[in-house]
């Protein structure tokens, strides 16, 4: 018998996007994104969310003041010379968002107040991407296996079975090990009850948009 949430309405029609940000960042400065991938998922009868067949992946150029440090190109193999002909973050993320597919989405990331943070920086830029919801497989993780020693990305791919990618560390590769880290937490989850709706399923695992908060007004504005 499948589990609750697959009779959800909302569940059957959402895009879950997993997204990843590389980022250098330089001492004194926020995280920088120089490449990011996105992938969609769509709930299957009988499969729950399978990709969609939207996949998206970009490098860009950092701002002159954050240039990209040896120590993001070690963990990352990105190269200053593969970003000098990028675009800047601005232009890459609004052809991200004008390419998100119509329709209901929820953002899905590993670790995701990072992710969040880029994009509610870049909110101008990616003004639909900013507005959604962004749910955490670390969030999930700690209720779908609790008690594990870490819950970093390869600690849980370890533990779950799933396979390392081979190019760690770069986006797509990322987001494709998040993607399935995602399915089994959400089948584990919905096998044990522990999520029965969309609705549920954000309200304990995701981080709100930033974006969509009210903004209380100071005193000088």
């Known amino acids: 018998m499948p589990p609750p949430i697959a009779d959800d309405p909302g569940f059957r029609e959402v895009h879950f996007l997993v997204v990843d940000f590389e980022a250098t960042t330089p001492a004194g400065h926020p995280p920088e994104p120089v490449e990011v991938a996105a992938l969609g998922l769509r709930h299957r009868e009988r499969s729950g969310p399978q990709p969609s ?82 749910l955490d497989t670390i969030r999930m993780a700690k209720s779908a296996l609790p008690g594990l020693s870490s819950y970093g990305l390869d600690a849980l791919l370890d533990h779950t079975g799933l396979p390392r990618p081979s190019r760690r560390h770069r986006a797509m590769p990322d987001v494709e ?9 959400l089948a584990e989850l919905a096998r044990a009850a522990k999520v029965r709706s969309l609705t549920e399923l954000v309200s304990r695992f995701a981080l709100p948009a930033e974006a969509t908060r009210p903004r209380q007004l100071t005193l000088d504005e």
């Open 53 to 134: 067949g939207f996949r998206w992946e970009a490098l860009m150029r950092p701002p002159a003041r954050a240039p990209l440090t040896p120590r993001a190109t070690a963990h990352t193999g990105i190269r200053p010379e593969q970003l000098a002909g990028e675009p800047p973050a601005e232009v890459v993320l609004r052809r991200l968002d004008e390419q998100v597919p119509p329709g209901p989405a929820v953002l899905v990331a590993h670790s995701a107040p990072v992710e969040a943070g880029i994009v509610h920086r870049y909110r101008t830029a990616c003004p639909r991407l900013a507005r959604l919801p962004v």
């Open 177 to 185: 090990a998040t993607a399935r880290l995602f399915q089994l937490l």
